[in-house]
């Protein structure tokens, strides 16, 4: 069966511009769990959505958002972006939420100039 | 109380030798342990889990073992294999706990020599 989809894989932004990223989850899981992976702070938590519902939010400024479609698909969004923004963004999609069974997408690889 | 403290932070072996990566933790309501192994461009994959309520649990060349009272847990590669290349991830979540998420170690970069 077809994995977890992250579109783009790659994107190049400029400072103050805002960005979303897509993330279509493994048929049937129905919790998304947003990830961003730096060489400095490793994976750290964005947010977690459960049938439509943010479940659960990491410690991230309020330019981060996501939602989540009836579809299970769902989107991060950033806004007004910074230099330290440029990361590997990850979803991870799941049949329950809280983690267990996380199956991760290959990413979006953000970069902001 | 939510990090995950995990060493090496990089690992060289031997084609056939055992890769030993060490993670700690602190909350004890953590109940799940899952390791994740991630190549270069691509995701963390899920390699191996635990529950606290069994010491040690073993797939193929790879076994976590759990030392509950201790709050650590490790991951052993047996016959650690160039393929094995790669970073891995210990992580610890609670499935009870309201609005739980996975916390993720801070990697071991690992690289088996030919």
């Known amino acids: 069966k077809a994995g977890v989809t992250q579109t783009p894989r790659y994107l190049i932004k400029t400072r103050g511009q805002q960005v979303t990223l897509s993330c279509s989850p493994i048929s049937g899981h129905r919790s998304v769990s947003w990830y961003q992976q730096t060489p400095g702070q490793g994976l750290q938590f964005l947010f977690e959505y459960f049938s439509e519902t943010q479940r659960n939010k990491g410690n991230f400024p309020g330019r981060f958002s996501g939602r989540q479609f009836s579809n299970s698909r769902s989107e991060m969004n950033v806004s007004t972006l910074e230099l330290g923004d440029s990361a590997l963004y990850l979803c991870a999609s799941s049949l329950v939420a809280g983690g267990v069974g996380y199956t991760f997408g290959s990413g979006t690889r953000l970069t902001v100039v | ?114």
């Open chain 2, 1 to 114: 109380q939510q990090q995950v403290k995990q060493s090496p932070q990089s690992l060289i072996v031997q084609k056939g030798g055992i890769s030993i990566i060490n993670c700690a933790y602190e909350n004890t309501a953590f109940d799940y342990f899952p390791w994740y192994q991630q190549f270069p461009g691509k995701g963390p994959a899920l390699l191996i889990a635990i529950r606290p309520d069994v010491s040690e649990k073993k797939e193929g060349r790879f076994t976590i073992s759990f030392n509950k009272s201790a709050k650590q847990f490790s991951l052993h590669i047996m016959d650690s294999q160039p393929g094995d290349s790669a970073t891995y991830f210990c992580a610890a979540g609670s499935r009870e706990t309201s609005g739980s998420r996975l916390t993720f170690g801070e990697g071991t970069q690992l690289t088996v020599n030919p």
